[in-house]
């Protein structure tokens, strides 16, 4: 098939909302999404950016992770994710499509929330994987609420302890892992910039994250560890239908200028990029936003 004719097909394979309404018990599961999330990237063609590499990516089970474990794993690198322990079943899979491409894939239970898990996790890594080159903390907790006074103290103080307290604590324990040339990928939001009036705690985590991401370049920049940070807009992940009523997980999406979320296997490209040494060895301190044809982000 000639590259022209692969692209288009690429391009009109993408589901459009709406999709069927549906909803989940936290945390979700990939397995129980429906259509199932794209992660997979059949047309992405590696180029051996990774090689000899080792990542660790936190809420590597599904959605945005499974996708960036997959691609890393093609570009070369060996794997090792982390999730909730309810997970299980989708890690699993995300280990098979890592060892399909080749790669080791390293499974770590456990919540980002708690610090010894992390500090355990990146041990561990260390010791079955030899090293740590690339941190992506990916791991997010997310809650929608209508009105204030229905966000209580233990969500707010939930989703900090997972979405910024998390980073914070895997960066503590995987920095001291990391030579000149690693290179630590967060994972944003379009609403960290914008704000979402039914995602009061998310939203703010979001901020902190590229706030944090800045700082952090700053303080490494002089070590030659760089830090960037993804930010897209709505994506089909088990995050919505886990976070959101039935009738809103089937318009998730619908009103981007693209008509739909993105799929899992369109933002990993933009992880592989930060990762690269080659690629990305003068962009540090970045938030880059992925959303679909909208242009209003700051």
């Known amino acids: 098939m000639p590259e022209s004719d692969q692209t288009q097909q690429n391009a009109d394979r993408y589901p459009e909302s709406p999709f069927p309404a549906q909803q989940q018990e936290p945390p979700g599961l990939e397995s129980e999404l429906r259509p199932q999330p794209m992660y997979e990237a059949a047309a992405y063609l590696p180029a051996g950016k990774l090689k000899g590499r080792v990542a660790i990516i936190t809420g590597g089970d599904s959605g945005i992770g499974r996708a960036v474990a997959v691609l890393f794993a093609r570009e070369g690198a060996d794997v090792a994710i982390g999730y909730l322990p309810a ?6 899979q995300t280990r098979e499509a890592v060892e399909a491409e080749g790669r080791r894939c390293l499974l770590l239970p456990g919540d980002v929330a ?12 260390v010791r079955e994987l030899g090293t740590i080159d690339i941190l992506v903390n990916n791991a997010a907790e997310q809650h929608n609420v209508k009105k204030l006074e229905d966000v209580s103290e233990e969500q707010f103080e939930r989703t900090f302890r997972t979405n910024i307290f998390g980073y914070f604590f895997m960066v503590k324990a995987a920095f001291p892992h ?12 379009i ?11 998310y939203s703010a985590t979001k901020g902190a994250i590229h706030a944090f991401t800045k ?6 920049v002089d070590r ?69 044809g909208e242009t209003r982000a700051a």
């Open 87 to 92: 997970e299980e079943s989708d890690a699993q």
């Open 224 to 292: 030659k560890i760089r830090v960037n940070c993804v930010a897209p807009g709505p994506v089909w992940t088990p995050l919505n239908p886990a976070a959101k009523p039935a009738e809103e997980v089937a318009k998730h999406g619908a009103d981007q200028p693209m008509k739909r979320p993105a799929q899992p296997e369109e933002l990993a490209p933009a992880y592989v990029f930060f990762a690269s040494e080659p690629d990305s060895s003068y962009i540090t301190g970045e938030v880059l936003t992925l959303l679909g």
């Open 215 to 220: 700082s952090l370049a700053q303080n490494l």
């Open 178 to 189: 990391m030579k000149p040339g690693s290179a630590i990928i967060n994972t944003g939001s």
């Open 114 to 125: 708690d610090s010894s898990y992390c500090r355990q996790a990146v041990e561990r890594t």
């Open 191 to 201: 609403t960290g910039l914008e704000g979402s009036a039914d995602l009061l705690d």
